[in-house]
């Protein structure tokens, strides 16, 4: 990827946050890489390298800046908005695959050889998956460092390092410091909590309108799985090792995140899923200089800047949920998905003991028994066809997944039409330019805000919303 070299340093020079996890700054007479925003002095041109990723950084030899911690920054938004195998491609790295499944496993789900697969990543970002996912590992490592008592061999594998002696010679050559000096700088104390319990701080790029998200995730929280209480959002995590609650807060340029887990090696992943439930990967200065250009939504935009899209933590969770809110209303469906956790789980739902759980797996649905379905018969059909189809991993509804090709699997399973295909695109794949047009919500939004409410005239108006229509549709739910 070309990186343009005055538009990057005028980014640099001016501290902008903005292009925070665009790129990164290599300053080679003192060894070390920051992001945009660093405080320090602006380094001379000539002494000046970017990076289009921290794992290109780390390959040329140069270390994390420990004043600015360019490790942390907010993701690019490219690869949170790109359909591309290489935006594919990153977001399975973020979730764990390469740590889980090695490189042979990210280029299995991504249908490509690992020849191939490295060369499109070292094209792009510098580096290849390998180096991709142990800048992840060494950004999970200090983390659990310096926010947790676990000793320095359990770090390592809970990071996902195949040995002891590979995490010190990465930690050391990443952070300029031995592990222990890292715990030590902060003090070596654990966050309150308890054993599997860590508190962490998720970046992004300003500004956020929480209220938006919260109130957004508030009206489909379903009991035993998530709740919206004193301006945080707690949910229960079917996390790949186990399972996970997380407690989310935003504040003032971070999202404070509680996560307990049932084993470490699940901190990379439940981060990644947080970061996009939440859209903290978004450009939001992007997406509302498109949509303010529109006069029918300049005021919305200009009054609640920042609304993100709210994304999911599980597919499969959201594509259940999706057919189920056919045709009726939101209280409607929560009821009937609160029947069904309430079979597939008996005990556990709704919650009574104050622990959250995650959603059911589309193994545990297509066991169910019929009375778990409190729903016409053709849409209990559509949700197992839809549970088997997971199962049996002819449906990928993760992001890692192709859009376009999930979209058609979708629309051919019997039930499922273009609506259902669009919310899930929308939400759980993370697509940023669908549009609903029959929605009845989305079309009473349009008549509040004067626009056509005839879905296809209202499709035909959405073509000025490109590439961002789903957050046009976020607006137009707000609006109705």
């Not at 301006?231 to 790949?240: A, I, K, V």
């Not at 340029?253 to 901190?267: F, I, N, Q």
Request: aromatic share 6%; glycine share 10%.
């Amino acid at each position: 990827m070309e990186l343009d070299f005055e538009r990057c340093y005028r980014a640099v020079d001016s501290r902008d946050q903005r292009f925070d996890g665009w790129f990164y700054t290599g300053v080679t007479s003192t060894g070390i890489y920051c992001r945009p925003s660093c405080p320090a002095m602006t380094p001379k041109r000539q002494n000046v390298r970017f990076f289009p990723s921290a794992a290109a950084a780390q390959g040329a030899g140069l270390r994390a800046c420990r004043r600015c911690r360019p490790d942390a920054a907010p993701g690019s938004p490219q690869w949170d908005v790109r359909a591309d195998v290489v935006g594919r491609a990153m977001r399975l790295i973020a979730d764990g695959v390469v740590d889980r499944d090695g490189v042979p496993g990210l280029a299995a789900r991504l249908g490509y050889t690992e020849r191939h697969l490295h060369r499109m990543l070292r094209a792009e970002l510098g580096a290849g998956p390998l180096a991709l996912a142990r800048a992840q590992r060494a950004q999970t490592a200090r983390i659990l460092i310096e926010t947790t008592g676990l000793g320095m061999a359990e770090v390592a594998f809970a990071a996902g390092f195949g040995s002891v002696r590979q995490f010190n010679d990465t930690v050391r050559e990443v952070y300029a410091a031995a592990p222990s000096d890292l715990r030590a700088t902060r003090g070596g104390r654990p966050a309150a909590g308890g054993a599997g319990t860590i508190t962490l701080r998720l970046a992004y790029r300003p500004p956020l309108h929480a209220a938006a998200l919260l109130d957004f995730l508030a009206l489909r929280a379903l009991p035993g799985v998530e709740e919206v209480r004193d301006g945080t959002y707690r949910r229960g995590l079917r996390l790949p090792h186990g399972p996970g609650e997380v407690a989310l807060t935003p504040a003032d340029g971070h999202v404070s995140a509680t996560l307990r887990l049932a084993d470490m090696r699940d901190l990379a992943p439940a981060v990644a899923r947080c970061r996009r439930l939440l859209d903290l990967d978004a450009d939001p200065t992007a997406v509302d200089d498109t949509l303010a250009q529109d006069p029918a939504l300049a005021k919305a935009v200009a009054t609640e800047p920042g609304v993100r899209l709210p994304r999911a933590v599980d597919g499969f969770e959201m594509a259940l949920r999706a057919i189920t809110t056919q045709q009726v209303s939101l209280a409607s469906a929560k009821t009937t998905l609160t029947h069904l956790l309430t079979v597939a789980t008996p005990g556990a739902h709704p919650g009574g003991d104050g622990q959250l759980r995650g959603f059911v797996s589309a193994e545990e649905v297509v066991g169910l028994p019929a009375s778990a379905f409190r729903m016409p018969g053709v849409r209990r059909e559509t949700i197992r066809a839809l549970a088997r189809a997971v199962a049996e991993g002819s449906l990928e509804l993760e992001p890692g997944g192709d859009r376009a090709e999930t979209v058609r699997r979708l629309t051919a399973l019997p039930g499922i039409g273009p609506w259902t295909a669009g919310y899930v695109a929308m939400r759980a794949l993370g697509d940023p330019d669908v549009f609903l047009p029959t929605d009845l919500a989305v079309r009473r939004g349009a008549a509040a805000l004067g626009l056509p409410t005839d879905p296809k005239t209202l499709d035909a108006y959405a073509d000025r919303w490109r590439p961002w229509r789903s957050y046009a549709v976020i607006r137009l739910w707000r609006a109705a």
